[in-house]
Structures are given as structure tokens and as C-alpha cells.
């Protein structure tokens, strides 16, 4: 049988569901047997090559790039999977939803204690991505097909969850699908 | 015509970033960027909300060292209620030291072991199928098996002392909500197999004596790529050894005279100062009496090694005096040693578990100090990546009114800025286009800082890297990503 093919990636997130995958510890051994990593920050491969069967996503959508990267993951992988509270509900950085933007620049770059002898000015070149006026999570802007919740999901159930992706079809006993 | 290469980003590397070098008219580097993409407005998303909230929200801003965040927080908060960074109950300040240690044994064996190895194991030029833990785990199983089990350990010291491994819940304002049961301390001095902590000590040491046997048969490349001359910031204890917790800030210049002596870090704000560039979300930390040009430094292993006069572990104190010995006790600027300090740090770090978990205050029931509630509080941690400051003011309702981070890799701003421009000009002296050594290279220059760009704008994601060159008119030459 041809192996599954796994592509994950972080986007407006903190990287803490990715360190929870790798927390599946010695498993991770098991599952490089089981499946191949495409693009994913675990192989450093940094574009999808090939047609994968499952995508993971962390984090939700706070800039033109994150959407982007969204939108390629989506056209590429079989399965979507938004993984954690950010990808889900836009997580922390979307406490910034009902603030403006303004206001976030400013205290950042111009109000904080440290910024006095700094010069004030607040970042704005071509190299920086579009940030976009609210955090979105995922399935606002493409189709996903499961959610892990959790902050970060648990290690068993993302394991779990592979697993029952790999072997299509079994079921995920409901004790391990909760929040934290 | 000058020109502006741009390079974007860095997978291996946690956090988005981007580089770009400019070309003057005769085609030399005039000048190399590492623009840090990510925005999160975390200082001022935090205004309002309950300053209880602090030590656990704030964590979500990078979840590669959360306990850090978690901590430097808790310190923060810890002055709020009027406790103060001293004041903490025996059992209070061991349960967040171990809690610390842990951290810093599980990342420093991630970095080793997930980032850094498949370098030194495949080389820097190896395909990128190779250059991964993934091919790592397949061709050297003992060390892959190894590597996973040391930052499991540190993981689960982490769970029996936080509540969770990621985004752990139990340092509340003024203490600690729980001690450790005799059964988990057990469970970590006995263990299964390999997993104990005599173990981690021993494993540590031979991972040291591997970075070594490496720089001996790489000096060449070790000791030159991305050195210069820069000054070093830590806390340091007060009696000058090693202390990843508590301390008092301490800065050396790049020939070891102390410029910033032993002050107290809630004073932060009169000492460090930060610029912002047009062309980058992350800010450059100075010292202040230096001045923005001069004045900034670098942090994390290195710098700490550089800083502290002794390290107060048997173990890994000889390990340091072998390492100060390399440059005859003065300080180290060489980036790639970074690798090097860093493993001693994993070494120092398994020992202090190993002394605190021997310590039966950590089964004390004494958890949390109380005082009188303050309007301001100032917490620093030395974190994995090097100091994290964390600054809140709390208005009488209990609500955060103002709040300041210096995250780690902040701190180190202009030292990664430095190392991508010693690599741009090592290898476009008459070049104008982007090799693949040069992109490789620029990874490692950058990777040796292990920078967590997610926390460092207050956000994260993986770091592919572009590079792309420009001329002096501001047309692009040449472009490249990896
Ligand atoms: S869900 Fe939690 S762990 Fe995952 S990226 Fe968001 S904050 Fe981090």
C-alpha cells in the first residue's frame, strides 16, 4: 500500500501544536514508517511537491501570506485538518478582532516604556506582509474537514486522529476528543 | 547601479522571516536585512483583561517555550501582589525552578536533536530530504531514540509541574498551585529503562563530547563563520554563577569588561531602550548608555557563558572552564559555539533537576506568599533563547493597563542582523546571483541564534526563507527560496 502522504504547517499560531505533535514522543518513529512528510517545519521541506492526503493546519489567518499558505494546503491535500483553538476560532491573536489595528501598532511601537529613545516609527516596507483587518480562522476562508480541539490538542489524540486518517475510517473514541 | 538580494525564510527556524540584501553601484554588500513578517499586538491586546489571566495567556505567544512566557509572567504578577521576585515560599520557587529547568533541558534537546543535528550529521550542503529529523531517525536510530526520550523527560517534568506540557496553568501570582507527588519524584529519580535523570546527566555529557569531537574536526568552519565581536546580556545570580531563574542583569563588552554591573532587573527600562526600523516588525534592543549604534548585544547560551563567572554544577562547570579555556577566558563571539554553550547549558540543566528533585521542600504544602498589591510589576527569565523581560501595569479594578516584552529573540535582533550580512558578504564578493551555499549558509547563520520568531513579534509560523537581491535603483536582481 502506498503510503499517506502528511503536510502540516503554522500560520498565525505559536507553534505549540506542533511541539504536541512531536510530543506523541516515541510514536514519531512509527509514524515516519506509517506516513511521508511533505511540507511541514518537521522535514524542513518548504513547498509542497507532490498531491498529499492530509494537511494539518495550525494557527488561524492574520495576514495575506497566511492565506496564501492556506489556500495552497487546501488545493494540494485530500483532508484539511484545522489543529488546535487558533485554527479553529482564530485563538489568541484574534483578541485583537475588536481592537483596530491602530491601536496595536501604536502601543507596540510607540507607547511601551522601552520606545522612548527608539524613534517611534512604526514598521512599514514592501517586504512586510498585508496584515489583514481581523485574525480569521480557517474555515472561514477554505473548506476544512476536521477540528482537533484542544490548546494545544493532546498528543494521544493527534496520534489518534493519524491514525484513524491512515487506516481511513475507524472511529475516535469520544474521551479523547476534548478540549485540553 | 547598487542592488538588493531577498532571501525568504527558514523552515528549521521557528517564526517567519525574510531576508534582503542591498547592492551598492560597484556591487558590494552595503547592507543585509532580516525582516521579521509577523504582527501580533499582544501589548495591547492584553489591556483590560485580568491581571490573573497574565501567566497563562501570555504563554500562547510561543508555544516552543511557553514555561518561560509562563514564568517571567508569574514573576511579573508575583510583584503585582506585592510578593515580589524574593518572596516566594520555598516550595513556591523550587516547584517553578524545576518547572524551569525542565524547559530548558527540553528545548535545548529539541534544538539539538530536531534543528541542529541533521546539519552536522548530513552537513549543510545535503539535500533537502536529508537535512531533517525525519531522515535522522532513519539512518541514526540510537540518537534519534535518545534525542526524543531527553526532551520527553524534560517534557514530562514540565507536566508534573505546570499541569500540561504546553501552556501549563500552575504558577499563579504569588506561588505555586501544587508541589510534587513522592511518586512522580520517584518516577523521575528511578524510572523505567533510560528514563531517569542519572541517565539524562549521562546522555548530556556524551552529547557535549560529540559538539566537541565535531569542532575539532571543523574548527575551521566553527571558529570564522559568522564571528564578530559584540556585547553579551544576561541575568546572572548575585553571587555571579549561572542562574536560569532569578538574577540581577549583567552585561559584558566583546572583551569581557563588564558594562552593565549587576543592576536590578525591575530598573530594565532605564538601562535597555529599543529602536524600531521601518522594514521590520521586531524591534532593536541598545543598552542605553551605549547608544543605539554600539549598544546592542546578543543573549541566549553564548551570551549566558560569557556573562557568568562560574556555573555552580560539578559537571557542567568543568565543561565550562574547558570552554572559556578555548578562548582564553575571554569572551566567545563566535556564532556556531553558540551550539557548543548551548549543550553545556542542557548539561547544567539536567543536574539542577537532578539537585531539586532530591530537595523534599518540593513536597512542602506551603505554595502561595501574599503582600500588598502594587500598581506595576517587572519579571525576567533567562529562557532557552536568552532574557525575557515581561512588564505590566495594573490599574485598582485588577485590569492590565500597560504591558512590555523584550522577548529573547528581540534581543538578538541585530546580532542575526550581523550574522546574515558577514554570510552575504562572505559569499557574493563578486557575485551577484544566490547560490544554494549562500542560501544554506544564511539558514545556519540565522538557525545558530535558534530564534523563535513567532514569540519575538509575538508571533509564529515556520520560516521558509527568501532571499532576494536588489540594485541600487531598487530593481530586483535575482530572487530565491528555499
Ligand atoms: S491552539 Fe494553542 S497551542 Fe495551538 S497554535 Fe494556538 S495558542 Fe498555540
Not at chain 2, 522571516?17 to 504582527?39: C, K, M, P, Q, W
Request: with cysteine; net charge negative; charged share 25%.
Amino acid at each position: 500500500m502506498r503510503k499517506k502522504i502528511v503536510a502540516t504547517t503554522s500560520l498565525a499560531g505559536c507553534f505549540g501544536c506542533h511541539m504536541s505533535i512531536l510530543d506523541i514522543d516515541l510514536r514519531l518513529v512509527d509514524l515516519i514508517e506509517l506516513v511521508e512528510f511533505n511540507r511541514s517545519p518537521i522535514t524542513d521541506i518548504k513547498k509542497i511537491s507532490k498531491r498529499c492526503d492530509i494537511g494539518l493546519i495550525e494557527g488561524g489567518i492574520c495576514n495575506d501570506e497566511n492565506y496564501h499558505v492556506l489556500k495552497e494546503f487546501r488545493e494540494n491535500c485530500e483532508v484539511l485538518v484545522s489543529v488546535g483553538e487558533c485554527a479553529i476560532m482564530g485563538g489568541l491573536p484574534a483578541l485583537r478582532n475588536n481592537i483596530p489595528i491602530r491601536e496595536c501598532f501604536e502601543e507596540a511601537y510607540r507607547n511601551v516604556p522601552t520606545s522612548k529613545s527608539g524613534g517611534g516609527i512604526i514598521p512599514n516596507d514592501d517586504e512586510l506582509p498585508i496584515i489583514l483587518d481581523r485574525v480569521y480562522p480557517c474555515h472561514e476562508l477554505v473548506k476544512i474537514d476536521y477540528f482537533l480541539p484542544g490548546c494545544p490538542p493532546r498528543a494521544d489524540l493527534i496520534w489518534e486522529t493519524l491514525l484513524a486518517l491512515v487506516t481511513s475510517g475507524a472511529e475516535l473514541p469520544y474521551e479523547l476528543v476534548k478540549y485540553d | 547601479m547598487g542592488q538588493k538580494i531577498v532571501i525568504d525564510p527558514v523552515t528549521r527556524v521557528e517564526g517567519h522571516g525574510r531576508v534582503t540584501i542591498h547592492l551598492d553601484d560597484a556591487g558590494n554588500v552595503e547592507d543585509a536585512r532580516l525582516h521579521i513578517v509577523e504582527f501580533r499586538g499582544f501589548e495591547r491586546m492584553i489591556q483590560g483583561r485580568p491581571y490573573l489571566e497574565v501567566p497563562v495567556i501570555v504563554q500562547r505567544l510561543c508555544g516552543i517555550c511557553p514555561v518561560s512566557h509562563h514564568l517571567a509572567g508569574a514573576k511579573a504578577i508575583d510583584c503585582v501582589v506585592g510578593v515580589g521576585p524574593e518572596g516566594l515560599t520555598p516550595t513556591g520557587e523550587k516547584m517553578r525552578r524545576l518547572m524551569h529547568y525542565g524547559q530548558m533541558f527540553q528545548s535545548h534537546a529539541l534544538h539539538f536533536f530536531h534543528l541542529a543535528s541533521p546539519d552536522l550529521l548530513f552537513g549543510a550542503g545535503a539535500s533537502v530530504e536529508k537535512r531533517n529529523v525525519v531522515a535522522v531517525a532513519r539512518e541514526y536510530p540510537e540518537l534519534a531514540i535518545q534525542g526524543i526520550t531527553m526532551r520527553k523527560f524534560g517534557q514530562e517534568i514540565i507536566l508534573a509541574t505546570a499541569g500540561k506540557k504546553i501552556h501549563g496553568i500552575s504558577a499563579v501570582p504569588g506561588g505555586i498551585h501544587k508541589n510534587l507527588s513522592i511518586a512522580d519524584r520517584d518516577r523521575f529519580l528511578v524510572g523505567e529503562k533510560d528514563f531517569n535523570i542519572n541517565k539524562m546527566v549521562d546522555w548530556s555529557v556524551a552529547i557535549i563530547d560529540f559538539i566537541k569531537n565535531y569542532h575539532k574536526k571543523n574548527s575551521g568552519l566553527m571558529d570564522s563563520f559568522a564571528a564578530f565581536p559584540s556585547n553579551h546580556l544576561s541575568l546572572v545570580n548575585k553571587d555571579g554563577g549561572m542562574d536560569l531563574y532569578h538574577g540581577v542583569l549583567r552585561a559584558v563588552d566583546a572583551e569581557g569588561r563588564k558594562i552593565l554591573n549587576d543592576v536590578d532587573y525591575r530598573e530594565y527600562v532605564k538601562h535597555i531602550q529599543e529602536e524600531t526600523k521601518s522594514w521590520s516588525y521586531m524591534k532593536f534592543p541598545f543598552l542605553n548608555s551605549i547608544g543605539k549604534e554600539n549598544g546592542w548585544y546578543r543573549v541566549g547560551p553564548l551570551a549566558r557563558l560569557n556573562t557568568v563567572d562560574f556555573i555552580p554544577t560539578p559537571l557542567a562547570q568543568k565543561e565550562f572552564e574547558e570552554f572559556r579555556a578555548y578562548t582564553k577566558g575571554k569572551p566567545n563571539n563566535m556564532s556556531l559555539h553558540t551550539h557548543w554553550a548551548r549543550l553545556i547549558e542542557l548539561l547544567h540543566s539536567a543536574e539542577k533537576m537532578k539537585e531539586l528533585l532530591n530537595d523534599p521542600d518540593l513536597q512542602g504544602n506551603d505554595l502561595i506568599a501574599k503582600g500588598a498589591r502594587q500598581r506595576e510589576g517587572v519579571g525576567v527569565v533567562e529562557a532557552p533563547r536568552g532574557t525575557l523581560f515581561h512588564h505590566y501595569e495594573v490599574n485598582d479594578d485588577d485590569s492590565v493597563a500597560r504591558c512590555n516584552l523584550i522577548v529573547s529573540t528581540t534581543n538578538n535582533n541585530e546580532a542575526m542582523n550581523r550574522a546574515v550580512g558577514h554570510v552575504a558578504k562572505a559569499f557574493l564578493t563578486g557575485v551577484k546571483e544566490i547560490t544554494d551555499g549562500l542560501l544554506n549558509h544564511l539558514e545556519v547563520a540565522i538557525r545558530a541564534y535558534d530564534p523563535c520568531l513567532s514569540c519575538a513579534t509575538h508571533a509564529l509560523g515556520e520560516i521558509p526563507l527568501r532571499v532576494s537581491i536588489y540594485d541600487s535603483n531598487g530593481m530586483l536582481v535575482d530572487e530565491k527560496a528555499t
